[in-house]
């Protein structure tokens, strides 16, 4: 191991929030598994424990292991966070079907003074409806995704670590409406996925494609971060940005595309049997 893995490692500590907020979210859904099991065993399958629990794994990797001290220091390694962020996280969480699970999971006096009242709210119900809408949550997405990849909005967040925690929820939670118009997971009403949903995704992975590629082909450091402090591991900051261009490129073309490749063969194939 070298001197600067092992500084970062030394100077990692354990994020108790953090920690205990995963811990926390991991026991209530859980909790909640365990008594809508009882009724719903077909659907509340190991597995989809399993996907959660591993979602929230994922999460604490990202921002809460000694990942993020590579990250502070390497832009290849901060994108490979954005993108279990952003792409990883999401899916493992809603396939795990979290919104029932997480309710029952509560003690009662809080789904019934809090969380309930809450759930009620006309209005609050309009907004989340509104909010998992295709093109809002493409939106949201996306924007957050270019927004905090400008150059100053970047570097500020590096600079000042409460802002650097705002952009990490920014992604997760446009992330999350993101995929939820894709998976949809119950109670949401199912809706037929027609041919526009592989619009929706082809077009996210055209704006991964267009700023991938510009970090990589631009032929100098975007972000002035990385010369004002310059890594302990002796990689020039062009050639890292290069490297996280091309994670991003890669790995984030394929979480859109696999999707949508298997939606189309689907979808092909419901085409077929319709004409039959």
């Not at 999971?105 to 309009?126: K, Q």
């Not at 989340?128 to 093109?135: E, I, M, R, S, Y």
Request: hydrophobic share 55%; glycine share 6%; net charge positive.
């Amino acid at each position: 191991m070298s001197e600067a893995t092992q500084e970062i490692f030394r100077d990692w500590s354990l994020p108790v929030w953090l920690t205990a907020s995963v811990v926390l979210t991991a026991a209530i859904y859980f909790r909640g598994w365990l008594a809508i099991r009882k009724t719903r065993k077909a659907q509340f399958t190991d597995l989809r424990l399993a996907s959660f629990l591993m979602g929230l794994g994922v999460l604490w990797l990202a921002i809460g292991s000694p990942m993020d001290g590579f990250a502070d220091v390497l832009l290849s390694a901060h994108m490979i966070e954005h993108l279990l962020l952003m792409s990883f996280v999401p899916p493992l969480l809603l396939y795990g079907l979290p919104v029932v699970p997480l309710l029952r999971g509560l003690p009662s006096i809080l789904i019934r003074f809090v969380a309930g009242p809450i759930l009620r709210t006309s209005f609050l119900r309009r907004i989340g409806h509104w909010l998992v809408t295709p093109a809002v949550a493409w939106l949201a997405m996306n924007l957050a995704f270019l927004g905090w990849h400008v150059p100053g909005a970047y570097d500020f967040a590096l600079e000042h670590e409460n802002w650097h925690a705002v952009e990490h929820l920014c992604f997760l939670a446009s992330s999350l409406l993101f995929w939820w118009c894709i998976l949809r997971p119950w109670p949401a009403s199912k809706r037929r996925q027609g041919w526009g949903i592989l619009l929706y995704l082809v077009s996210a992975d055209i704006v991964n494609t267009l700023l991938s590629a510009f970090l990589a082909f631009c032929g100098r450091p975007v972000y002035t971060f990385y010369l004002e402090h310059p890594n302990p591991f002796q990689v020039l900051p062009l050639d890292d940005q290069v490297l996280g261009a091309v994670i991003m490129w890669v790995f984030g073309s394929l979480v859109f595309l696999v999707p949508a490749a298997v939606i189309a063969m689907r979808l092909a194939g419901m085409t077929s049997v319709n004409r039959i």
